[in-house]
């Protein structure tokens, strides 16, 4: 695929990114605290070879693995590409993974990125000497529909527009349960008005119908996105994959004690280091679910875990053999928790390597334990592709005051503050300047002096000067607020840099559509992103589309 879009990049480094955990950051650098937690560093090419000859994977599951997605994609339209990378799985390439709630219109864009790290780290593999194809698992079984009934375009006032769709089902039933009527007519329309006349508004005409699903609609609107890359997406809520992880199933019932124990420890280590626990976990807890009445509904121990052999099931009480007895003539209305599902993906699946985000990073560190009492090897997880997409608009507004992004990732007030600042006349700017720069040479004398006559006191005179600073920063605070009042201009601006690169204080990537972007610059807009992906460079990029 290529592309005549300009895209330029710069890096910024996760740190200046707000609300990114320490977790996340020492896994970045691997450094040794985070090493027990993962079985191997953020960087691809240093194993990818040697993690290959540790995948073990029944032939027969292969082939029935093989059957089931040709048998799935064929059915949403899969390209020639995708029906030759499956072929290259039944014959024994391994597998990039990666996954997402399936979400309205195909979801943020970071579901865009996910898709194409995993086509990135495939071929990296294949470049290594490791057949590999890329794989995305569709989490059509979970049950928070207010997590994926909605998405945020881009409106043609600046701030991205949240369409949501009515569509309802039972209370907490799986979401690739959930069908749509007519109502999505006229949510396809408001979208169609949005994205204007383009391909991709094709597309979600042709997926979002009445008689679809949140997962069939998306499948094939990423069968589309994604056909010259050969995506094989795969629908876990299938019965015959069900039939295929009941082994997994009743373990997690009949090792319920042991792995619940490996857990418990797991999250104190994590706490010890100083690490969160992104998933609770108590001696109650199991690694299921059943449907029950249409209803996803969480399977419990008993008696805060004292008898192991004993379970709720919702307000139902049932002993260890009645549920594995549920599994064995029912797998289908059983499926894993979020700790559970990549173990139960990565059994199904010949899996080289998860790709993720910051939150599935941490999944991982809990999950690790689960791996290894049942697959006997964890599955390295590597960071997704982050990015924020600068358009020209933002741009001009930026280089005009002199930000960049992280001035942005301080919030809108703190955005408006700093345009203000660069709004205020040149002369008295320069007499800010001059101030500082004043305080600065007056205070670096006095400290020298003072150090001749009492070393003790460089720290107060430090003092000094940091406190002297901080009040002209004030000063400058509240002379930026006076002409940012004065000054409407300054207010639209700032708005429209928050609007589009930090929109409702959250980075882009997560709260705009990606299709949106994809509508504005063509699919050819996918082929430009791919290769700003490089598998070893971690931190979020801000790329200029032109």
């Known amino acids: 695929m290529s592309g005549e879009l300009s895209m330029k990049s710069q890096c910024l480094p996760f740190q200046q990114i707000p609300h990114t955990t320490r977790l996340f950051l020492d896994y970045l650098s691997y450094t040794p605290s985070i090493r027990s937690f993962y079985p191997r560093s953020p960087i691809f090419s240093e194993w990818v070879k040697d993690e290959s000859q540790r995948v073990v994977y029944d032939a027969a599951r292969r082939g029935k693995v093989s059957e089931i997605l040709e048998r799935q994609n064929r059915a949403w339209g ?10 290259r799985f039944k014959r024994g390439a391994l597998a990039a993974v990666t996954g997402q709630q399936v979400g309205l219109f195909g979801g943020p864009l970071f579901s865009i990125f996910k898709a194409l790290t995993a086509v990135k780290l495939a071929e990296e593999a294949i470049a290594a000497g490791v057949d590999c194809v890329p794989v995305f698992w569709l989490a059509t079984e979970d049950h928070d529909l207010a997590e994926v009934n909605h998405v945020a375009l881009l409106s043609e006032h600046g701030l991205p527009e949240r369409l949501v769709v009515e569509s309802q089902g039972i209370s907490d039933a799986p979401v690739g349960t959930v069908k749509f009527g007519p109502e999505i007519e006229s949510v396809v329309d408001r979208a169609a008005t949005l994205l204007g006349d383009s391909e991709v508004t094709t597309w979600l005409r042709q997926a979002y119908r009445p008689g679809e699903s949140l997962g069939s609609a998306f499948a094939l609107l990423f069968e589309r996105l994604f056909a010259e890359w050969g ?22 019932v009949e090792r319920v004690s042991e792995l619940d124990e490996a857990l418990l420890a797991r ?37 805060n875990g004292a008898n192991g052999g004993e379970f709720a099931v919702g307000e139902g009480r049932i002993s260890s053999k009645e549920l594995v007895e549920r599994i064995v003539e029912a797998p289908e209305t059983f499926s894993p928790n979020a700790i559970f599902r990549p173990v139960v993906q990565d059994y199904l699946l010949p899996t080289l390597v998860y790709t993720g985000g910051a939150a599935e990073v941490a999944y991982f560190a809990q999950a690790a334990v689960v791996y290894e009492k049942l697959l006997g090897r964890v599955t390295p997880i590597l960071p997704r592709f982050s990015a924020t997409l600068l358009e020209a608009k933002a ?151 032109q």
Do not use: W
């Open 231 to 252: 995506v094989i997406l795969l629908d876990p809520a299938e019965k015959d994959f069900h039939d295929l992880a009941k082994p997994l199933f009743r373990a997690a």
């Open 78 to 87: 899969a390209s020639p590409q995708t029906l030759a990378n499956i072929e």
């Open 395 to 545: 741009e001009r507004i930026l280089t005009r005051y002199q930000l960049g992004l992280p001035d942005v990732l301080q919030g809108p007030e703190k955005v408006r503050e700093a345009i203000a600042a660069r709004s205020l006349p040149p002369d008295l700017q320069t007499r800010f300047s001059e101030a500082y720069a004043s305080v600065e040479q007056s205070m670096a004398a006095l400290r020298e002096s003072i150090g001749r006559l009492d070393s003790t006191l460089i720290d107060t005179a430090e003092s000094t000067r940091t406190s002297m600073s901080h009040q002209i920063d004030r000063l400058r605070a509240r002379v930026a607020r006076a002409e940012q009042q004065r000054n409407e201009v300054i207010t639209r601006h700032a708005d429209a840099l928050s609007d589009a690169l930090f929109p409702n204080k959250v980075l882009q990537e997560r709260e705009v559509a990606g299709v949106s972007f994809v509508a504005r610059y063509g699919p050819e807009l996918l082929a430009n992103l791919y290769e700003k992906i490089h598998p070893d460079c971690h931190d979020h990029q801000v790329i200029e589309v």
């Open 267 to 303: 999250g104190k280590a994590l706490e010890a280091t100083e690490y969160h626990q992104q998933v609770k976990v108590t001696s109650a807890t199991t690694l299921l679910f059943e449907v029950k009445n249409g209803a996803r509904t969480v399977v419990r121990r008993r008696n």
